[in-house]
């Protein structure tokens, strides 16, 4: 049950009207009002002054290998998270698929793939300059000749 407290019926009808006209006019004028700034004094010119001291030489970054493109060179190469048969593989490569160098460490060599952006490291020995019509056959031992037949005669 809820009680309201009944006011008289006189009881502050005419000054309501003018708190509330009264707290309106002062809210519009406080967010109309100008936010105070501080004023600067006028810059006078300055004398030269001395140039800012270099700062300390740093090692230049090591020199990136030229980004020209590489070509995959056999049927499908490991994509590796660290330079060595035991990291990971993170992706594999199809022949003649492109990719960038970025850095050299021994016989690996870290590279970007074009197409999707991944980065990981592959044997240098597997790359190319130049794409390849089809993949190197491996070389495999020559076979050693059918041995000949001998004759019956001689076998008696």
Known sequence: MRLRARLPVSAGRNRCPLRVVALVA???????APT???RRPPSSPRAPTKPAPAPASR???PALPSLSPWYVMV???????CPGVTCSRVAVLP?????????EDGE??????????????????FLGDRPVASAPKPSTPARPA???????EFLE
Request: hydrophobic share 45%; with cysteine; charged share 25%.
């Open 26 to 32: 002062f809210l519009a004028a406080a967010c109309a």
């Open 36 to 38: 105070p700034t501080t």
């Open 59 to 61: 090692p230049a970054p």
């Open 75 to 81: 049927p499908s190469l490991n994509v590796r998270r």
């Open 95 to 103: 022949l003649n698929e492109v990719v960038l160098r970025l850095r």
């Open 108 to 125: 690996w060599v870290e590279v970007r793939v074009v197409k999707t952006g991944e980065t990981g490291w592959v044997a240098a020995r």
């Open 146 to 152: 059918p041995a000949e037949t001998y004759k019956e």
